[in-house]
């Protein structure tokens, strides 16, 4: 799946955890984190920290790769596809 903003990678995360029928708490409690974290996670991604990511995707037995954008902007200039 192709993740290009914070609310479609909470979206995911969110469906990931309820197909594994994980509760918000649940899941805070695997990796130490409060219940509100995670639904403020899911609700409002934007101003969250990259340790609660990381968390999250830990407690769903996810991982998270980076790779090169197949681009069609030659010149590498940022055009706002995010």
Same mark, same amino acid.
């Given at each position: 799946?192709?993740?290009?903003d914070?609310?479609t990678?909470?979206?995911?995360?969110?469906?990931?955890r309820?197909?594994?029928?994980?509760? +918000?708490?649940?899941?805070a409690?695997l990796?130490?984190?409060? +219940?509100?974290?995670?639904s403020?996670?899911?609700?409002?991604?934007?101003k969250? +920290?990259?340790?609660?990511?990381?968390?999250?995707?830990?407690a769903l037995?996810l991982?998270?790769?980076?790779?090169?954008?197949?681009s069609?902007?030659?010149?590498?200039?940022?055009?706002?596809?995010?």
């Amino acid at each position: 799946m192709k993740i290009t903003d914070p609310k479609t990678l909470s979206n995911y995360l969110r469906n990931e955890r309820k197909t594994l029928g994980l509760s +918000q708490a649940k899941v805070a409690d695997l990796v130490g984190l409060r +219940q509100g974290t995670v639904s403020k996670f899911e609700s409002a991604p934007d101003k969250m +920290q990259l340790d609660t990511l990381f968390r999250l995707l830990s407690a769903l037995e996810l991982e998270l790769y980076v790779r090169p954008k197949e681009s069609k902007n030659k010149n590498n200039k940022w055009t706002e596809d995010w």
